[in-house]
């Protein structure tokens, strides 16, 4: 089993930064592709960012490309998001999520119904 616990979250204004971060246990870190996702009320869940095992490889949806930064620390068992020019429309609750790559250590998935472990999630509030 992996657990995993993001952090981070908060009440921030438009415009400013904010980093989350998502720590693992449970298993071997560098078996796990990480992404970050989001939800708000009354939509789906969406992929925002994702990571390869080794942290060479990096995608990230349109909504938030050249704003977002996903970052791996393997030797933390760490996975960062660094959101910055935050907008009213990224308030959601963000949530970590890790697959097993194993097969593929390159290849990184946006489809939620890929990740086997999920985070609680961590609330971000970007107010207008």
């Known amino acids: 089993q992996v657990q995993l616990v993001e952090s981070g979250g908060g009440l921030v204004q438009t415009g400013v930064s904010l980093r989350l971060s998502c720590a693992a246990s449970g298993r071997l870190f560098t078996d796990l592709a990480v992404a970050w996702f989001r939800q708000s009320p009354g939509k789906y869940r969406a992929f925002v960012a994702g990571i390869s095992v080794d942290g060479t490889r990096e995608y990230y949806a349109h909504s938030v490309k050249d704003r977002f930064i996903i970052s791996r620390d393997n030797a933390k068992n760490t996975v960062d998001l660094q959101m910055n020019s935050l907008k009213p429309e990224d308030t959601a609750v963000y949530y970590c999520?890790?697959?097993?790559?194993?097969?593929?250590?390159?290849?990184?998935?946006?489809?939620?119904?890929?990740?086997?472990?999920w985070g609680k999630g961590t609330l971000v509030t970007v107010s207008s």
């Open positions: 999520a890790a697959r097993d790559s194993r097969g593929n250590p390159y290849r990184i998935v946006t489809q939620t119904s890929e990740y086997a472990y």
